[in-house]
C-alpha cells in the first residue's frame, strides 16, 4: 500500500555531501547530525525541524558531489511491502543528469532529498527507478 509522508520534506542541490548515499534516520541525535551536514555549507542554517521518532522516521537521499548544475535526485514513492517475515518500506529514488552534450553551468553541486515518513517505523530498503536495490537495514 501506499503510504503518505509527512508534510515536511527539503530537497535541493548544495547538501554538502561528498558521495552518494542513503540514508534512514530513527532518531533525533542522529538527525540533527544529518540536517547540520547538509546545511554546513551555507552561514546560517534553519532550525532543526522536530519528528516524533516514536511513530515516524526520516529518509534521506544523497547524490554525492558533481562538477556541473542539472543532477537531481528524488524520493518518487513510499510503500509498504510485504517480506518473508515481516513488512518493510520500499522507496523509489530516481536520478537525474544532464545528457553529455548539453551546456550545463560548471558549479560544484550535490543534489538530495529528505523526507518524514510517518506511520512505519520497520525495516527499509531503496530502489533506484531503473537501477538496483540496496537494503539499507534489516
Given at each position: 500500500r501506499q503510504?503518505?509522508t509527512?508534510?515536511?520534506?527539503?530537497?535541493?542541490?548544495?547538501?554538502?555531501?561528498?558521495?552518494?548515499?542513503?540514508r534512514?534516520?530513527?532518531?533525533t541525535?542522529?538527525?540533527?547530525?544529518?540536517?547540520?551536514?547538509v546545511?554546513?555549507?551555507?552561514?546560517?542554517?534553519?532550525?532543526?525541524?522536530?519528528?516524533?521518532?516514536?511513530?515516524?522516521?526520516?529518509?534521506?537521499?544523497?547524490?554525492?558531489?558533481?562538477p556541473?548544475?542539472?543532477?537531481?535526485?528524488?524520493?518518487?514513492?513510499?510503500?509498504?511491502?510485504?517480506?518473508?517475515?515481516?513488512?518493510?518500506?520500499?522507496?523509489?529514488?530516481?536520478?537525474?543528469?544532464?545528457?553529455p552534450?548539453?551546456?550545463?553551468?560548471?558549479?560544484?553541486?550535490?543534489?538530495?532529498?529528505?523526507?518524514?515518513?510517518?506511520?512505519?517505523?520497520g525495516?527499509?530498503?531503496?530502489?533506484?527507478?531503473?537501477?538496483?536495490?540496496?537494503?539499507?537495514?534489516?
Amino acid at each position: 500500500r501506499q503510504l503518505q509522508t509527512d508534510a515536511e520534506e527539503w530537497m535541493g542541490a548544495d547538501a554538502g555531501w561528498e558521495t552518494k548515499e542513503f540514508r534512514v534516520i530513527r532518531n533525533t541525535e542522529e538527525w540533527e547530525w544529518v540536517w547540520h551536514k547538509v546545511w554546513s555549507s551555507r552561514s546560517s542554517a534553519p532550525p532543526v525541524p522536530d519528528v516524533d521518532f516514536s511513530n515516524s522516521l526520516v529518509v534521506a537521499v544523497f547524490m554525492g558531489s558533481k562538477p556541473t548544475t542539472g543532477h537531481s535526485i528524488r524520493i518518487v514513492s513510499q510503500n509498504i511491502v510485504a517480506g518473508e517475515k515481516e513488512k518493510s518500506l520500499l522507496i523509489g529514488v530516481k536520478s537525474a543528469s544532464p545528457p553529455p552534450e548539453s551546456l550545463s553551468g560548471a558549479a560544484m553541486t550535490s543534489p538530495y532529498h529528505i523526507k518524514v515518513v510517518t506511520g512505519f517505523v520497520g525495516p527499509v530498503v531503496f530502489e533506484e527507478v531503473g537501477g538496483s536495490t540496496t537494503l539499507l537495514e534489516p
